[in-house]
């Protein structure tokens, strides 16, 4: 029997937009701590790891592990028939074949309810370890949301380049060629605003910008991003939920044909 | 019905089904078989009444079939009860636990409302077992046992049970059985959007109690709306706890959105007594933020936190139908219904006598003043008042007979002064006893006044016998409860005396004065001048109070000191403290001396704030009181500010009027008394101004009235006293309109002004800017006002107005206008004509002189200064002839001399005057050698001097000097220049033999006023003077005492019908023996007429009623526009 309630639908429906266009389909492990969800891409170059923390839903019980095979595309219409403020609550059977979604009207006396089949979906699920990696970078998310929009205009893939106190975004493309360089900067008012670069070994990767336009879509879930890079990695992407919990990215950087 | 069916209704796990339930209740049961049958027989025998046949049904749709004993009970019982399906439903299940011996004895009725609450109140997990409600007595007993620790942090108590209506969140698999049991809890969300903060999300949700099935609660539904918005806050601050269980049987399965009825039972915690949080928030906003004093509209976090509380807990209230009791005689006034109702239904409450909220409602939209003056009187007669013995001041020191009702008021006072020993001995000196009850009592009194913001509640089960248990106790304002009786401690010594004016306030306050006249405590501050009392008076009333201390005074060592301009000290501590014989006991003063002192000080506080020590600023007085208290009323005024900062142990108002405008004149009162808490602005702004200004006149009137009824006596001249007899005869007043018609020239030039005053006006209401005008328009109607008074009132306006360059054209056309106005009237054509006549006049004049007889009053030996002359020598008085030309006018007839029918006019007339004309002035003229000086003077009569309402006047004084009256009379205007007029008038016309003007206005000094009383009062009657005090309305409004007089003339309206009613009441008051007659002089068809009119609407309106700015601007352009309509 799971049963998690959200003070607000918005934060579901963010998560939901925010991985739906780089998985289609996926596994909701729910546990007694939270909700997880883990998915990788078509081209399996991206892999997406959510974790909402118990604390991050107003109540939250689930006396059993289920597990919830949802179509996203789907899951995403019927929270849009929610508003933001709404309450928002997941219900299921133990051995559900679908899922509940009700919403509430915080003010009005107004309740809506929506099921959703569930669907098998086959997944393996990936053992990630924690490792090091050799720079860190942790920004304000609509900064790097803006880089990633502005130089996908010019060209597929996307150079990261962390030198000492510097990290550098270029992309070469065949009308043109642009960067943008960023610098350590520390806002005392905002400190959301800061830019923190930690640098272990200096790093030099591609991604490509598809997919990063892909990551990019999480960036209202928290105001800043943390941009994990080791050499011949997959990099982390990570967005902490404020509420309690995360949206992971891990993307396979491109490697140079001479390699 | 045995245990198995209970279980049944507990279980919902099990499966229901209508005939699985005959089933079994009649496998288990036998006795129900038979009663089934009884039942159905009963139907088909004899119909019973419709309703009762509803009833059946219904319940035997919920219960099943029951003995049809059991359902005709009940039926009778719940008979008139509009929901007595649900009344009946709850009252038989619970019955039919109770009688069961063992298992259920260990859980009593009430337990079924506590067991469960004991652990939901906090939403803890219920131990599995326990929930099961396990039949076994012994777990039961040992679980009681266990939570019995627990019980005495949750106390709660019962206070009453709602049916409420709910809906299900979510689709539940089973119905739902009658009684199961619900936890009501509230999910507050975490995060909320920054947007969404304040508004809050109001949901309280309804659980499924824990059972077999799912270990767990689970989610079902919540309660609508309305009862959200109450519970939400008081279960957030966990005041109430709730237990709930479903009312009424659900057929199937609850899918999303179904409605249920569940039953809930809302208990107090210990919580809703002692936590007030929010209200020490209150008290730390009070004190630093200053600011936010000024800034009402701003509500912080603490108040908006309190104004939902209070809101919640009100309402709840006012669903539970608790309403507060009220005492009478001690006894407490309810209805008996709620003896009879045994089961916690709807009624169970009601306690209150609702006479007293009809009573007010119709009051609620609009409160003039005059409903307000009855409102103080009204709470005037509390028991201890009726209680208190008449007293006399000891004889030694007071002189006077006091009146019954002051004899009373002094008792009253001491009383306040907690001066119980002195008032026993004053009663014993009275001959009069009073028992030491009455005495205890009256120390009881300020004592045992509860905090009039709150009110008494009774528990709806009162289980045990003593009060303490049997009430508590609520702040409707703030939200507050208490167990304990709030009362309120007032260390106040003083109090309000609000006599009526001409009660004698002044005597009352002496006789207090010397009753006690010295502090005889324990006096260890060096500062204290404990034998001294201030009075605090306004100028006019300085030297008044100076002389009835005289008068009253029998004991020689008791002085009083005036203390005023010259003579003040720096040091008062040398005169009043100390060893010096001589103290004053009473110090007297005016408000301006004190103004003065502090404005000089004010700004040479020490650090601490304390001024510095001087004047009156430098001791700490025994007793303060404040003579025409209202003067105060305004709080932020310096005056006021000087006030409160002067120090005394006593302290106490005399006013006739506390309110005069608002509500809130009363602030400014009670923070010179030192009301605690009242005289802390902002607490007096949230319970009084705020809610006054949102209109909730009675609660407001209310609080008011309790904070009043204390320190408050009023007594009002048509008052009767014990036997009832008015406390004061007072002769009957009559006072009448008088009309005057303008003459001529005074209308045209009337309506000159008036065309000019009506077309600028409309001008400024055509443009909107009738407001940013008003000091024009206002100008605009003095003219209109003054003009009715007397013409040369405007003509030094005019001349004002001739410096002023901006109004030159205003000037040219006004100058032009008036020079017409001269011309149209047949007049001597120069100096010269004028002269010619007028010394002609001499030798006929004083051939006539011997015998002067006017043929129109056929009265002989006029006097020479009522002489008139006219061009045909022909000598009449002058009254007679001006009335006789007005005559001849008005009946369109050529102006003719009565006696030779030559033609006159008002401007070709002459008046003698007792003055030596010398040879050479009259040969300069005439060219004639006379042998010696004429004893008299001729000279022209110019008749613009005077006016109509002149003239009337002095028609009235002759007719009174011909009555031989032998009183002062007392004339009223508000133009002081006007009463010059007047003044040169009378003694031109009367003659100064046969008057004597007084003439009292703001020009006069102090001394000057004092001489001036002092005639009038020492007023001799004699035959042919007649004393005539001419009274400038603002100067002698307050204070004076002419009750010597009983004529008054009021020459010219005011705005405000009070000012002339307090105007007056100088005559008409204690000490007036003649009937008093007052004449109010208003000029026909003129702008006087329509202040009248508005003076009407003000009384009947009143400005007590808290008008919003924009509602005094448009009334004040209402009252223009009347003074301007045809």
Same mark, same amino acid.
């Given at each position: 029997?799971?049963?998690?309630?959200?003070?607000?639908?918005?934060?579901?429906?963010?998560?939901?937009?925010?991985?739906?266009?780089?998985?289609?389909?996926?596994?909701?492990?729910?546990?007694?701590?939270?909700?997880?969800?883990?998915?990788?891409?078509?081209?399996?170059?991206?892999?997406?790891?959510?974790?909402?923390?118990?604390?991050?839903?107003?109540?939250?019980?689930?006396?059993?592990?289920?597990?919830?095979?949802?179509?996203?595309?789907?899951?995403?219409?019927?929270?849009?028939?929610?508003?933001?403020?709404?309450?928002?609550?997941?219900?299921?059977?133990?051995?559900?074949?679908?899922?509940?979604?009700?919403?509430?009207?915080?003010?009005?006396?107004?309740?809506?309810?929506?099921?959703?089949?569930?669907?098998?979906?086959?997944?393996?699920?990936?053992?990630?370890?924690?490792?090091?990696?050799?720079?860190?970078?942790?920004?304000?998310?609509?900064?790097?949301?803006?880089?990633?929009?502005?130089?996908?205009?010019?060209?597929?893939?996307?150079?990261?380049?962390?030198?000492?106190?510097?990290?550098?975004?270029?992309?070469?493309?065949?009308?043109?060629?642009?960067?943008?360089?960023?610098?350590?900067?520390?806002?005392?008012?905002?400190?959301?605003?800061?830019?923190?670069?930690?640098?272990?070994?200096?790093?030099?990767?591609?991604?490509?910008?598809?997919?990063?336009?892909?990551?990019?879509?999480?960036?209202?879930?928290?105001?800043?991003?943390?941009?994990?890079?080791?050499?011949?990695?997959?990099?982390?992407?990570?967005?902490?939920?404020?509420?309690?919990?995360?949206?992971?990215?891990?993307?396979?950087?491109?490697?140079?044909?001479?390699? | 019905?045995?245990?198995?069916?209970?279980?049944?209704?507990?279980?919902?796990?099990?499966?229901?089904?209508?005939?699985?339930?005959?089933?079994?209740?009649?496998?288990?049961?036998?006795?129900?078989?038979?009663?089934?049958?009884?039942?159905?027989?009963?139907?088909?025998?004899?119909?019973?009444?419709?309703?009762?046949?509803?009833?059946?049904?219904?319940?035997?749709?919920?219960?099943?079939?029951?003995?049809?004993?059991?359902?005709?009970?009940?039926?009778d019982r719940f008979e008139d009860k509009e929901d007595k399906?649900?009344l009946?439903?709850d009252h038989?299940?619970k019955k039919?636990?109770s009688?069961?011996?063992?298992?259920?004895?260990?859980?009593p009725p009430i337990s079924l409302e506590n067991?469960?609450k004991?652990?939901?109140t906090?939403?803890?997990?219920?131990?599995?077992?326990?929930?099961?409600?396990?039949?076994?007595?012994?777990?039961?007993?040992?679980?009681?046992?266990?939570?019995?620790?627990?019980e005495e942090d949750e106390w709660k108590k019962y206070v009453g049970t709602l049916y409420?209506?709910?809906?299900?969140?979510?689709?539940?698999?089973?119905?739902?059985?009658?009684?199961?049991?619900?936890?009501?809890?509230?999910?507050?969300?975490?995060?909320?959007?920054?947007?969404?903060?304040?508004?809050?999300?109001?949901?309280?949700?309804?659980?499924?109690?824990?059972?077999?099935?799912?270990?767990?609660?689970?989610?079902?539904?919540?309660?609508?709306?309305?009862l959200?918005?109450i519970f939400?806050p008081l279960?957030?601050l966990k005041l109430i706890s709730l237990v709930?269980?479903?009312?009424?049987?659900?057929?199937?399965?609850?899918?999303?959105?179904?409605?249920?009825?569940?039953k809930i039972d809302v208990f107090l915690t210990k919580t809703a007594f002692t936590a007030k949080p929010e209200y020490n928030e209150l008290d730390?906003?009070k004190?630093?933020?200053?600011?936010?004093?000024?800034?009402?509209?701003?509500?912080?976090?603490?108040?908006?936190?309190l104004r939902l509380r209070q809101y919640a807990i009100s309402r709840l209230f006012n669903k539970l139908q608790i309403k507060s009791v009220k005492f009478k005689d001690n006894k407490e006034v309810m209805s008996t219904q709620f003896e009879m109702v045994e089961s916690p239904n709807k009624e169970s409450i009601d306690l209150e006598v609702e006479e007293t909220e009809e009573t007010f409602e119709e009051n609620e939209s609009e409160l003039n003043l005059d409903q307000l003056q009855s409102f103080y009187s009204a709470n005037q007669q509390s028991e201890i008042l009726k209680a208190l013995p008449y007293v006399i001041p000891p004889?030694?020191?007071f002189?006077?007979e006091l009146r019954n009702y002051q004899k009373h008021g002094l008792s009253w006072m001491l009383a306040r002064e907690k001066e119980l020993d002195i008032l026993k001995m004053l009663v014993e000196d009275n001959d009069d006893t009073i028992s030491q009850e009455s005495i205890d009592e009256i120390k009881l009194m300020d004592e045992g006044v509860m905090n009039p913001l709150w009110k008494t509640f009774k528990w709806p089960k009162a289980e045990a016998k003593d009060n303490l248990d049997k009430y508590f106790y609520g702040n409707i304002h703030s939200g507050e409860l208490s167990l304990e009786k709030p009362l309120i401690k007032s260390s106040v010594k003083g109090g309000i005396l609000s006599d009526e004016m001409g009660l004698g306030k002044?005597i009352s306050a002496l006789s207090l004065i010397n009753s006690v006249?010295?502090d005889t405590g324990i006096?260890?501050?060096?500062?204290?001048?404990?034998?001294?009392t201030?009075?605090?008076?306004?100028?006019?009333?300085?030297?008044?109070?100076?002389?009835?201390?005289?008068?009253?005074?029998?004991?020689?060592?008791?002085?009083?000191?005036?203390?005023?301009?010259?003579?003040?000290?720096?040091?008062?501590?040398?005169?009043?403290?100390?060893?010096?014989?001589?103290?004053?006991?009473?110090?007297?003063?005016?408000?301006?001396?004190?103004?003065?002192?502090?404005?000089?000080?004010?700004?040479?506080?020490?650090?601490?704030?304390?001024?510095?020590?001087?004047?009156?600023?430098?001791?700490?007085?025994f007793r303060i009181i404040i003579?025409?208290g209202h003067?105060?009323r305004?709080?932020?005024?310096?005056?006021?500010?000087?006030?409160?900062?002067?120090?005394a142990s006593r302290k106490w108002i005399l006013t006739g009027t506390p309110v005069?405008?608002r509500l809130d004149d009363l602030y400014s009162l009670v923070k010179y008394l030192e009301l605690e808490p009242w005289n802390n602005f902002s607490y007096w702004k949230t319970f009084i101004t705020l809610p006054f200004e949102q209109k909730q006149i009675k609660d407001t009137l209310d609080v008011v009235k309790t904070i009043l009824e204390p320190i408050f006596l009023r007594r009002t001249k048509d008052m009767k006293d014990s036997d009832g007899n008015p406390l004061v005869v007072?002769?009957?007043?009559?006072?009448?309109?008088?009309?005057?018609?303008?003459?001529?020239?005074?209308?045209?030039?009337?309506?000159?002004?008036?065309?000019?005053?009506?077309?600028?006006?409309?001008?400024?209401?055509?443009?909107?800017?009738?407001?940013?005008?008003?000091?024009?328009?206002?100008?605009?109607?003095?003219?209109?006002?003054?003009?009715?008074?007397?013409?040369?009132?405007?003509?030094?306006?005019?001349? !004002? =107005?001739? *410096?002023?360059?901006?109004? &030159?054209? %205003?000037?040219?056309?006004?100058?032009?206008? $008036?020079? @017409?106005?001269? +011309?149209?009237?047949?007049?001597?054509?120069?100096?010269?004509?004028?002269?010619?006549?007028?010394?002609?006049?001499?030798?006929?004049?004083?051939?006539?002189?011997?015998?002067?007889?006017?043929?129109?009053?056929?009265?002989?030996?006029? !006097? =020479?200064? *009522?002489?008139?002359?006219? &061009?045909? %020598?022909?000598?009449?008085?002058?009254?007679? $002839?001006? @009335?006789?030309? +007005?005559?001849?006018?008005?009946?369109?007839?050529?102006?003719?001399?009565?006696?030779?029918?030559?033609?006159?006019?008002?401007?070709?007339?002459?008046?003698?005057?007792?003055?030596?004309?010398?040879?050479?002035?009259?040969?300069?003229?005439?060219?004639?050698?006379?042998?010696?000086?004429?004893?008299?003077?001729?000279?022209?009569?110019?008749?613009?001097?005077?006016?109509?309402?002149?003239?009337?006047?002095?028609?009235?004084?002759?007719?009174?000097?011909?009555?031989?009256?032998?009183?002062?009379?007392?004339?009223?205007?508000?133009?002081?220049?006007?009463?010059?007029?007047?003044?040169?008038?009378?003694?031109?016309?009367?003659?100064?033999?046969?008057?004597?003007?007084?003439?009292?206005?703001?020009?006069?000094?102090?001394?000057?006023?004092?001489?001036?009383?002092?005639?009038?009062?020492?007023?001799?009657?004699?035959?042919?003077?007649?004393?005539?005090?001419?009274?400038?309305?603002?100067?002698?409004?307050?204070?004076?005492?002419?009750?010597?007089?009983?004529?008054?003339?009021?020459?010219?309206?005011?705005?405000?019908?009070?000012?002339?009613?307090?105007?007056?009441?100088?005559?008409?008051?204690?000490?007036?023996?003649?009937?008093?007659?007052?004449?109010?002089?208003?000029?026909?068809?003129?702008?006087?007429?329509?202040?009248?009119?508005?003076?009407?609407?003000?009384?009947?309106?009143g400005?007590i009623v808290g008008?919003?700015?924009?509602?005094?601007?448009?009334?004040?352009?209402?009252?223009?526009?009347?003074?301007?309509?045809?």
């Amino acid at each position: 029997m799971l049963e998690g309630k959200f003070d607000e639908a918005s934060l579901l429906k963010k998560i939901v937009d925010a991985i739906k266009d780089s998985v289609k389909l996926c596994n909701f492990n729910c546990t007694e701590h939270g909700l997880t969800v883990q998915a990788v891409d078509d081209s399996r170059v991206l892999l997406v790891s959510l974790l909402v923390g118990q604390s991050a839903f107003s109540e939250y019980r689930c006396d059993r592990d289920i597990t919830l095979g949802i179509d996203l595309e789907s899951f995403s219409k019927i929270l849009r028939c929610g508003n933001n403020e709404d309450f928002l609550t997941l219900l299921a059977e133990d051995k559900p074949d679908n899922v509940m979604t009700i919403f509430e009207d915080k003010k009005k006396e107004r309740v809506s309810e929506y099921s959703l089949k569930l669907m098998d979906i086959d997944s393996e699920f990936l053992n990630i370890d924690d490792m090091e990696y050799d720079s860190v970078i942790t920004m304000p998310s609509p900064e790097f949301a803006k880089i990633v929009k502005d130089l996908k205009n010019l060209s597929e893939s996307l150079n990261v380049v962390v030198t000492k106190d510097s990290v550098k975004f270029s992309s070469e493309g065949e009308n043109g060629s642009g960067s943008v360089i960023l610098k350590s900067y520390s806002d005392m008012d905002r400190p959301e605003e800061s830019i923190n670069i930690n640098l272990e070994n200096p790093v030099d990767l591609t991604f490509g910008l598809k997919y990063l336009n892909d990551i990019i879509k999480a960036t209202s879930l928290a105001s800043s991003i943390t941009i994990k890079l080791a050499d011949k990695t997959p990099a982390l992407f990570e967005y902490k939920l404020d509420a309690g919990g995360y949206l992971r990215f891990y993307l396979a950087p491109k490697f140079d044909e001479e390699d | 019905m045995s245990r198995e069916k209970r279980r049944f209704f507990n279980d919902p796990g099990e499966s229901i089904d209508v005939s699985e339930f005959e089933n079994s209740v009649l496998f288990n049961s036998p006795n129900n078989d038979t009663v089934e049958n009884v039942i159905k027989e009963e139907n088909v025998v004899e119909p019973v009444k419709d309703d009762f046949t509803t009833f059946q049904v219904d319940i035997t749709n919920v219960l099943g079939k029951l003995p049809f004993e059991t359902l005709k009970s009940l039926y009778d019982r719940f008979e008139d009860k509009e929901d007595k399906l649900m009344l009946a439903l709850d009252h038989h299940l619970k019955k039919e636990e109770s009688p069961k011996p063992n298992e259920y004895k260990v859980i009593p009725p009430i337990s079924l409302e506590n067991n469960p609450k004991r652990k939901r109140t906090r939403g803890i997990q219920i131990p599995f077992a326990y929930a099961k409600r396990s039949n076994s007595s012994l777990e039961q007993l040992l679980l009681k046992k266990e939570k019995s620790s627990d019980e005495e942090d949750e106390w709660k108590k019962y206070v009453g049970t709602l049916y409420a209506d709910a809906f299900a969140t979510r689709p539940y698999m089973k119905p739902l059985a009658y009684a199961k049991e619900m936890t009501i809890r509230r999910i507050k969300p975490k995060s909320l959007s920054g947007k969404d903060k304040k508004q809050d999300s109001a949901v309280v949700r309804i659980y499924t109690r824990p059972h077999d099935e799912f270990p767990e609660e689970r989610e079902i539904g919540r309660l609508k709306e309305d009862l959200t918005r109450i519970f939400a806050p008081l279960l957030d601050l966990k005041l109430i706890s709730l237990v709930s269980s479903v009312m009424v049987e659900t057929k199937k399965r609850l899918s999303t959105g179904d409605a249920f009825y569940i039953k809930i039972d809302v208990f107090l915690t210990k919580t809703a007594f002692t936590a007030k949080p929010e209200y020490n928030e209150l008290d730390n906003f009070k004190k630093n933020d200053v600011k936010a004093r000024f800034n009402f509209g701003a509500e912080t976090e603490s108040e908006s936190f309190l104004r939902l509380r209070q809101y919640a807990i009100s309402r709840l209230f006012n669903k539970l139908q608790i309403k507060s009791v009220k005492f009478k005689d001690n006894k407490e006034v309810m209805s008996t219904q709620f003896e009879m109702v045994e089961s916690p239904n709807k009624e169970s409450i009601d306690l209150e006598v609702e006479e007293t909220e009809e009573t007010f409602e119709e009051n609620e939209s609009e409160l003039n003043l005059d409903q307000l003056q009855s409102f103080y009187s009204a709470n005037q007669q509390s028991e201890i008042l009726k209680a208190l013995p008449y007293v006399i001041p000891p004889k030694e020191n007071f002189g006077l007979e006091l009146r019954n009702y002051q004899k009373h008021g002094l008792s009253w006072m001491l009383a306040r002064e907690k001066e119980l020993d002195i008032l026993k001995m004053l009663v014993e000196d009275n001959d009069d006893t009073i028992s030491q009850e009455s005495i205890d009592e009256i120390k009881l009194m300020d004592e045992g006044v509860m905090n009039p913001l709150w009110k008494t509640f009774k528990w709806p089960k009162a289980e045990a016998k003593d009060n303490l248990d049997k009430y508590f106790y609520g702040n409707i304002h703030s939200g507050e409860l208490s167990l304990e009786k709030p009362l309120i401690k007032s260390s106040v010594k003083g109090g309000i005396l609000s006599d009526e004016m001409g009660l004698g306030k002044t005597i009352s306050a002496l006789s207090l004065i010397n009753s006690v006249p010295y502090d005889t405590g324990i006096i260890d501050d060096p500062s204290y001048a404990f034998q001294t009392t201030l009075v605090i008076v306004p100028m006019s009333l300085l030297t008044q109070w100076e002389k009835e201390f005289k008068k009253c005074n029998q004991n020689s060592n008791h002085r009083c000191m005036v203390y005023y301009g010259q003579q003040s000290f720096s040091d008062l501590s040398n005169v009043l403290i100390g060893k010096t014989k001589h103290i004053p006991i009473m110090v007297v003063t005016t408000y301006g001396t004190i103004l003065s002192e502090y404005t000089k000080i004010e700004k040479r506080r020490d650090p601490d704030g304390n001024l510095p020590k001087t004047g009156l600023f430098s001791v700490k007085f025994f007793r303060i009181i404040i003579d025409e208290g209202h003067t105060i009323r305004n709080r932020t005024a310096k005056t006021s500010r000087s006030i409160f900062e002067l120090k005394a142990s006593r302290k106490w108002i005399l006013t006739g009027t506390p309110v005069i405008n608002r509500l809130d004149d009363l602030y400014s009162l009670v923070k010179y008394l030192e009301l605690e808490p009242w005289n802390n602005f902002s607490y007096w702004k949230t319970f009084i101004t705020l809610p006054f200004e949102q209109k909730q006149i009675k609660d407001t009137l209310d609080v008011v009235k309790t904070i009043l009824e204390p320190i408050f006596l009023r007594r009002t001249k048509d008052m009767k006293d014990s036997d009832g007899n008015p406390l004061v005869v007072l002769p009957p007043k009559e006072v009448e309109i008088e009309e005057i018609k303008f003459n001529d020239r005074e209308l045209k030039l009337y309506n000159w002004f008036k065309d000019k005053a009506s077309k600028s006006f409309r001008e400024s209401l055509r443009s909107g800017e009738v407001l940013r005008k008003y000091t024009q328009i206002l100008t605009h109607i003095l003219r209109l006002r003054q003009i009715c008074c007397h013409q040369d009132l405007i003509s030094k306006v005019v001349n !004002d =107005m001739q *410096e002023e360059v901006d109004e &030159e054209m %205003k000037d040219e056309d006004l100058e032009i206008f $008036l020079k @017409e106005l001269n +011309e149209d009237d047949e007049k001597f054509k120069d100096e010269t004509e004028i002269n010619q006549k007028l010394y002609s006049m001499y030798q006929p004049i004083y051939n006539q002189l011997d015998q002067v007889e006017c043929s129109i009053c056929t009265s002989t030996s006029i !006097d =020479m200064n *009522e002489m008139i002359v006219t &061009e045909c %020598k022909h000598i009449f008085c002058i009254t007679c $002839l001006l @009335e006789h030309i +007005e005559f001849q006018k008005n009946s369109n007839q050529p102006s003719v001399c009565p006696n030779c029918r030559d033609p006159i006019s008002k401007y070709k007339l002459f008046k003698i005057r007792n003055r030596i004309t010398t040879k050479a002035e009259y040969k300069f003229h005439t060219n004639k050698d006379i042998l010696e000086d004429w004893k008299f003077q001729v000279y022209l009569y110019d008749p613009t001097k005077t006016s109509s309402k002149i003239q009337a006047l002095i028609n009235h004084i002759n007719g009174l000097r011909a009555q031989n009256l032998n009183e002062p009379i007392i004339v009223f205007s508000q133009f002081s220049s006007f009463l010059d007029i007047i003044e040169n008038e009378l003694n031109l016309q009367i003659g100064n033999k046969y008057v004597k003007c007084l003439k009292f206005d703001g020009r006069l000094k102090m001394t000057e006023r004092e001489k001036l009383l002092q005639e009038f009062n020492e007023y001799k009657s004699s035959p042919n003077t007649l004393t005539i005090l001419l009274l400038s309305l603002k100067a002698g409004g307050v204070g004076l005492n002419l009750t010597s007089a009983s004529r008054a003339f009021m020459m010219d309206p005011w705005w405000s019908p009070s000012i002339e009613d307090q105007a007056i009441d100088r005559l008409h008051r204690i000490g007036q023996q003649n009937n008093v007659k007052v004449v109010r002089f208003i000029m026909e068809n003129s702008i006087e007429i329509k202040m009248l009119k508005i003076q009407e609407m003000k009384k009947s309106i009143g400005e007590i009623v808290g008008v919003e700015e924009e509602e005094k601007r448009r009334r004040r352009i209402e009252e223009i526009q009347i003074l301007f309509e045809e």
